[in-house]
Structure formats: structure tokens, C-alpha cells
């Protein structure tokens, strides 16, 4: 029996997310998110035609008559949504049943749901927090043209670190001086694009670079990045950029000599920091830098607190750096502090849904037998996926991130019963490679079987960019919409208002 046929003839009401609202609804695995799913379908904020993905009208589902004034649709980029991004994830797995039953290829494909109002909270948050320091956001976090779109809107810069990252924001329409060229070690024609495309604030660590600048780009405006302490950070990005201070005094009198203009210092404290206090220490040796840079006879006005921040930890970080740019900077009312956030803005906005393709079990698992003793903290079942770590879970490898899979959709419903009773498994992706595992160890429901679905939440930063097609495995692509909590509205608004 193949798992559509499970999935109509068990529960098809539960596929219909509009009117099963009190099942679904108690069904949400997630608390805080319980309240708004909840309210929106009971008061019926999700008419069906407006959750529907439009790709999938063909498969009989309802138009609306509805029409709301502040539609938002940006020629080239994939419909936007409204609604809860539950929803979305729940539609997104209905519409494979569809796309199944009309025999499509690929027809469980993994997705990603992507929520911009929790970009806009982010930043909302950060504004009040940091209220001094404008962010340029890092785009290699995640590249995304809606996420780029929506923080240009809003009035962020953009950290680049290629040409190709630079003219993707240009294209948006965004102002040059908006840019950092936040790589310290740039190839010369990138310095030659750069200067030709207005972009003069630039990253340098070493004297190679100075006089690549110095040939290329003469006028740039230059921030010399320092290494700080980054043995607190997921990523050490230590190991590769960052002048030492004792080398600063010779880089800054080289640049000097070079006619070059160097305004100000960067650091980046290493990226997922998880401990706050990495800042205050990079702050003091930023003040330390600008002593050399008044040594030199330049006069800083520019310091670049980087990236490294938090979503759990954010609070505690600004504090941190709140106190220690008051500390370090007392006078500061020529200094403009800027940072480069990335997995901040867009960690959470970002829900990946995996259909569960393959499953490898032993006898005694399969057979249902009681009386064979299993460890209940050992694997003893295998689940692959639809995605694994040459596409979206690249984060594993390259982030050092370790992501726990929820239960979407188990045996044809969205009711996934806590009391259901549950078994140790490992998690797979879906290329012929061993090294492809999602999740080692996950205590999933024993009923867990192919065809049901599995997903992640923070799965935003530094995943979809990084993302392989390898052993012919697509990228997983991603469903759009404003969200239902607060900020929807305002997304709708600043995207609509956008003239780049
Ligand atoms: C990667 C990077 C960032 C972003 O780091 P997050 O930890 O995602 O905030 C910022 N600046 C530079 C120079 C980077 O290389």
C-alpha cells in the first residue's frame, strides 16, 4: 500500500487545515506558537484559497474572491503568503499529495518555509537593544532575494565579501555606500569592480592588500579588521582573517605611506558566539587600535563591531557591548559604530519540512516483538530524508550545528499524540554517502514510517546558501509568506513601499 492511499483513507479531514481547526490546532507541536495557529483558525484568518501555494491550483483547489488591498508580488520572485508558517508547512505537505496523486516527479520534495516577519522582529529587537550600532547585515549567511529585499526596505546595510554578493545588492537598488566590503583578502579585479560600482568601505588584515587597494581603488575607505578572541565561537574565523594589534602599528604607518585613507576598525568575535563576553574584550582592543591609529595621524571615526550574535544570547550581548563601547568609547559623538549580523536576522525565520523516504529496521522492530530487549538510548531504527548534509544540513558540517527533527505529519495526520509511545533512531540524508547524517540520535515515535513527514526549525543561516545538487538531489526549495504574528503587516507594507 503505498503511503498516499494511507494517508486519504486514514484521516483525510486532517489534511484540511480549515476546517479541522480544533485537532490541528491542539496538535501543534510547539508551544509558543500554539496561541497564534490557534486564534488565526478559529477566527478563520486562513480562507483556503489563500494558503493554497498558486502552483497548485491546477490540482481543484478554491480561488478566492477575496482581495486585499496590500498584495504584494515582486515580478521574479515566487509568490508571497500570509499566515502562520504552521500553516504553510501543513499545506506544503498536503499539496505533495497532490502533486503525488497527479504523478509528479519529486512530488515529496523537502522544503523550506520562510517566515519574514520574524526577519522584521529581529530587527525590531535589535533597533531597540543596540539602538546606536546600524547593522549591515552579512549576506552570505543567507542570500535570500526576499530576506535581502525586506532588509533593504528597512534601511539596513549589507556586509558583502564578493562581487557577486556586492551586485546582488546593488541590483536591489541599494545605495553603494550601504555596502561594506567586509573581506580582508579580496582578488584584485573584485577591488577594481568594487571601486567601479561606488563601493569605498573595505575590510584589510595585511600589507599585500594595502597595495592592492593602493593600485585599484586609491579613494577607498578603509577598516582594518584586528584579531580578537574567538575561542568562544562556533566558527573561529580567527584562523584565517584578523591583523594581530602588534602588527597594527606597522600596517596603519604602511598605509600611510600609501596615501591610503583608513577610517576606522573592524573585529568579528567569531560566528555563533556563545559567550558574550568575547565582545567586551574585542571592544578594548578596538580602542587600542584607534590609540595606533591617532599614532599613525589618522583620525578613526568608524568602528565595526562584526558579527557573532546570538538569537538565545542577544539580550546578554548587547548588554555586554552596550556597557563596553561606553566603557572604551566615552566621547564617541563622531564615531559611527556599525555591526555585520547574520545568523541573528534569519536563524529562526527559516522551518525546513523533510519527507521520510526510506526506513531501515531490524526484524524484531518490524515485527513488532515484544520480548526482544532494545537499548532505548541506542538507534534502533534509521529514517532518511529527503534532504541531508549536501544540501540544506550543510549546516552540520560547515556551521557546526546539530538540528533535532519534530514529527509534521505521522501516519496521515497532523495529530502527532505525546503520549504516543517512542523509539531511539538515527536520521539520514539521501545521497549514497555515509558521512550523510542529519541526526544521530532522536527519540521519534515508534509508528514513525515512510511517507510521514520531519521537520527542523532555525534552519536560516548558513544552509540553503551553502547547499549542493550532489548525486542529483535538488536544493529544497522555499514557500514565502509574512507570517501572522506581529510585524506581517509591516512586511507587507515595506515591501510594497520598496522602490530600491
Ligand atoms: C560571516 C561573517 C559575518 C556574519 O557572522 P554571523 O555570525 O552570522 O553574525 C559578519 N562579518 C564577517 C566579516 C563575516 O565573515
Redesign the pocket.
Known amino acids: 500500500m503505498s503511503q498516499l492511499e494511507i494517508l486519504t483513507a486514514h484521516c483525510p479531514v486532517d489534511f484540511d487545515v480549515v476546517s479541522c481547526s480544533p485537532p490541528l490546532a491542539s496538535s501543534l507541536p510547539r508551544s509558543h506558537h500554539e496561541k497564534y495557529l490557534h486564534n488565526a483558525l478559529v477566527n478563520g484568518l486562513f480562507p483556503s484559497s489563500h494558503i493554497v501555494h498558486p502552483q497548485d491550483n491546477s490540482y481543484g483547489l478554491k480561488n478566492s474572491d477575496r482581495h486585499y488591498d496590500d498584495e504584494v508580488s515582486i515580478p521574479g520572485l515566487p509568490p508571497l503568503h500570509r499566515g502562520h508558517p504552521d500553516v504553510h508547512l501543513r499545506q506544503g505537505v498536503m499539496n505533495a499529495l497532490h502533486l503525488s496523486a497527479a504523478g509528479e516527479p519529486d512530488a515529496e520534495k523537502a522544503f523550506f518555509v520562510a517566515d519574514l516577519s520574524s526577519v522584521y522582529r529581529q530587527h525590531e529587537r535589535w533597533k531597540k537593544l543596540l539602538p546606536e550600532i546600524e547593522p549591515y547585515y552579512?549576506v552570505?549567511?543567507n542570500p535570500d532575494p526576499y530576506v535581502l529585499r525586506l532588509l533593504a526596505a528597512l534601511g539596513t546595510g549589507f556586509?558583502c565579501?564578493s562581487n557577486g554578493e556586492i551586485n546582488q545588492v546593488l541590483e536591489l537598488g541599494v545605495n553603494p555606500e550601504r555596502i561594506i566590503f567586509?573581506?580582508p583578502c579580496k582578488a584584485n579585479s573584485f577591488i577594481r569592480s568594487a571601486a567601479k560600482a561606488g563601493v569605498d568601505m573595505m575590510?584589510f588584515d595585511n600589507t599585500d592588500e594595502l597595495y592592492k587597494i593602493a593600485r585599484t581603488h586609491p579613494r577607498a575607505k578603509l577598516v582594518v579588521?584586528i584579531l580578537t578572541d574567538d575561542s568562544k565561537s562556533l566558527?573561529r574565523?580567527g584562523l584565517k582573517?584578523g591583523a594581530p594589534l602588534v602588527t597594527v602599528p606597522a600596517l596603519l604607518a604602511k598605509a600611510r605611506e600609501l596615501r591610503l585613507d583608513v577610517g576606522g576598525v573592524?573585529f568579528?568575535v567569531?560566528?555563533?558566539?556563545y559567550d558574550s563576553s568575547a565582545f567586551s574584550d574585542a571592544v578594548m582592543r578596538a580602542r587600542a587600535a584607534f590609540d595606533m591609529g591617532k599614532e599613525a595621524g589618522y583620525d578613526f571615526n568608524l568602528l565595526d563591531v562584526?558579527?557573532?550574535?546570538e538569537d538565545a544570547t542577544f539580550e546578554r550581548t548587547a548588554a555586554v557591548l552596550t556597557e563596553s563601547i561606553d566603557q572604551y568609547f566615552p566621547q564617541r559623538e563622531h564615531i559611527r559604530i556599525i555591526a555585520?549580523?547574520?545568523?541573528?536576522y534569519v536563524s529562526k525565520a527559516f522551518s525546513l519540512a523533510t519527507n521520510i523516504i526510506a526506513r531501515r529496521a531490524p526484524p524484531s522492530v518490524e515485527n513488532a516483538q515484544q520480548d526482544v530487549e532494545i537499548d532505548p538510548e541506542q538507534p534502533s531504527v534509521m529514517y532518511y530524508i529527503n534532504d541531508g548534509v549536501y544540501g540544506a544540513f550543510n549546516c552540520i558540517l560547515f556551521d557546526h550545528q546539530k538540528p533535532q527533527p519534530y514529527v509534521l505529519s505521522l501516519n496521515g495526520s497532523f495529530h502527532v499524540p505525546s503520549s504516543a509511545p517512542t523509539r531511539a533512531a538515527s536520521v539520514w540524508g539521501p545521497t549514497c554517502d555515509s558521512l550523510d547524517c542529519v541526526c544521530p540520535l532522536a527519540q521519534l515515535p515508534a509508528a514513525l514510517q515512510v511517507g510521514d513527514w520531519l521537520a527542523f526549525e532555525n534552519m536560516g543561516?548558513?544552509t540553503v546558501c551553502a547547499a549542493s545538487q550532489f548525486n542529483g538531489f535538488e536544493v529544497s526549495r522555499v514557500v514565502y509568506t509574512t507570517g501572522a504574528g506581529p510585524g506581517a503587516a509591516e512586511v507587507r507594507e515595506a515591501l510594497r513601499a520598496f522602490q530600491g
Open positions: 552579512a552570505k549567511c556586509d565579501a567586509a573581506n575590510t579588521r566558527c574565523l582573517f573592524s568579528h567569531g560566528s555563533g558566539c562584526g558579527g557573532g550574535f555585520e549580523p547574520g545568523r541573528y543561516a548558513y
